[in-house]
């Protein structure tokens, strides 16, 4: 997964919605309001849609359009496997022709064919997802941006999405569940790191004093953290992963009545915000 989005995911699965916070970036709402541990800043958002790539955009119709009907029939389709036997339509013929590779392709409708009655576009979806990439690309660094209740529909199908990858690509073997990760684990690694016992690299694009208001990750000797900036002050720690992948996040840790970074001194907690800083 691109960015810690389990809490993210569980807080759907519970029956929560991703909606624009009124900040900027998105959180999840249930009937109890926000919930906490679910904040998406703008950064964040970035990296999800990019981190996807064009194979979860094309999969849930927010990549190329689809075509449909009289015009699917036109358009046509490669042969068997994806060669030229079989192949129907302008698609075979250009195949045949040797003008594009001998695969399933989806014609561009800058062919000349938006005009065929009967070609059923589903593509609004993909220019709001379009006009949304657009958007992220012109904010300025730190800035949070406002998103419409379209855009955060748009990004829940897509976290669900990657959240089914997920779990579809864990390997079956059950004879070694994964734990969770307390408090006390994930403190002891930030008290080494603030202790300059570790060496801890940024992961994430955005450096902490451009994020300001959001997360940041980061990575220490296989270790993977996100933290909480408030206004270039380390709040909070959202998410960890251990090299032997267990997983810690907010929410578990709050059931725990503690977050790591509180079991840090003042001292650590001070060095650790330091260190951020430079990364």
Known sequence: MPIPVIPVIAALAAGGSLVPHAAGGMIVTSAAGYVVGT????????????????????????GTAAVAG??????GSAGVFGTTVGASGLTGILMSAGLISATPIAVPVGLGLAGITGIGVIGYAAVQMRKMKRRLAEVPVGVELEFSEKDAKLIEKLIKWLGNKEIMNQPEDDSHPTSILTAHEVSQVLKEAALDKRIMIRSSIPSWNEIYHGLMSVETDGWQFTFFNDCHTLDYCE????????VGTLEFWQREGV??????????REQLERLLATL
């Not at 977050?259 to 650590?268: Q, Y």
């Open 39 to 62: 904040y998406l800043s703008t950064a964040a958002i970035s990296t999800i849609i990019y981190s996807a790539g064009a194979t979860a955009l094309a999969a849930l119709g927010l």
């Open 70 to 75: 009289a015009g699917s029939a036109i358009i």
């Open 239 to 246: 998410y960890c992963r251990s090299p032997d992948g267990r």
């Open 259 to 268: 977050d790591p970074v509180d079991l840090l001194s003042v001292s650590e």
